[in-house]
């Protein structure tokens, strides 16, 4: 295999965020996190002093959304439900930016925003994740095209002291011709773009659309350090079948090209 279990299972943030989601569905997925060793659950505000309790011990850490997930929140709520889930164990913070500031070029706003929720959640010994949204940004904004529109918040976030920057929220629906909604979330542009506009201090998280085994690969190979997902149970399933097969002399690498440049 190209990656060890390890190494990929530490990729993962299972998401735990589904508006349905009832107390107990969220208990049983963190159960799955521990079984599959993650990196984190990444889970509602409510939830993170019981996912404290239990995931103790497993290695496993708990992140919040915060301003989740279209990042209207005023600063002073978002600093406020960041001290909160501090308080109540989160080890990771996962914050959306003010979606509408950033297209209209309000720059300070959104630069303080990122750095007040930085510094609180810096503070408690948290790290923050930056949620960009990128299906809002195709067309770009505050007359910059898109891809010098994520550049720029890159840097910003940076500046203002995040430790990820974060393709989107996995909830950022937007509405299609058919009048129908959907997304594509993370995708390999988006990735190697955030990657090249920040420096090696700051990591990058896919999330929206990575859905299998050979999706999570690519985003390593991209050198994004964080993945959201919620098929965790899957994507490691297949791990240790393409393992075994390998063992067995079957020559499966795990290296398939299934996604393209679009979402996955």
Not at 6 to 16: N, P, Q, T
Not at 56 to 71: D, E, M, R, W
Not at 89 to 111: Q, R, S
Request: with cysteine; net charge negative.
């Amino acid at each position: 295999m190209k990656y060890t279990y390890e190494e990929l299972a530490k990729m993962i943030d299972h998401s735990l965020l589904h508006p349905t989601m009832t107390d107990q569905e969220l208990e049983d997925g963190c159960k799955v996190a521990a079984k599959y060793q993650v990196a984190s659950v990444c889970i509602k505000p409510y939830a993170v002093k019981r996912a404290v309790e239990l995931l103790q011990g497993s290695g496993v850490l708990v992140g919040a959304v915060i301003g989740f997930p279209h990042g209207n929140s005023c600063t002073e709520s978002k600093r406020y439900e960041t001290w909160l889930a501090c308080q109540d164990g989160a080890a990771e913070i996962d914050m959306v930016i003010n979606i509408g500031k950033a297209l209209t070029g309000d720059w300070d706003y959104v630069a303080n925003d990122i750095r007040v929720v930085c510094e609180e959640a810096h503070r408690h010994g948290a790290k923050v994740k930056v949620i960009f949204e990128n299906d809002y940004l195709t067309k770009g904004g505050a007359g910059l095209d898109s891809d010098a529109f994520k550049k720029l918040l890159c840097q910003i976030s940076e500046q203002a002291g995040a430790d990820w920057v974060k393709t989107s929220s996995g909830y950022g629906f937007v509405k299609q011709p058919d009048g129908g909604y959907n997304y594509k979330g993370a995708t390999e542009h988006d990735l190697a773009l955030m990657r090249a506009s920040v420096s090696a201090k700051v990591q990058v998280k896919a999330a929206g659309g990575v859905r299998d085994l050979d999706g999570l690969i690519k985003v390593r190979d991209l050198s994004g350090s964080r993945c959201g997902a919620t098929a965790t149970a899957a994507m490691m399933d297949e791990y240790r079948r393409r393992e075994a097969a390998e063992k067995a002399g079957q020559g499966q690498d795990g290296c398939g090209g299934a996604i393209g440049a679009g979402g996955y």
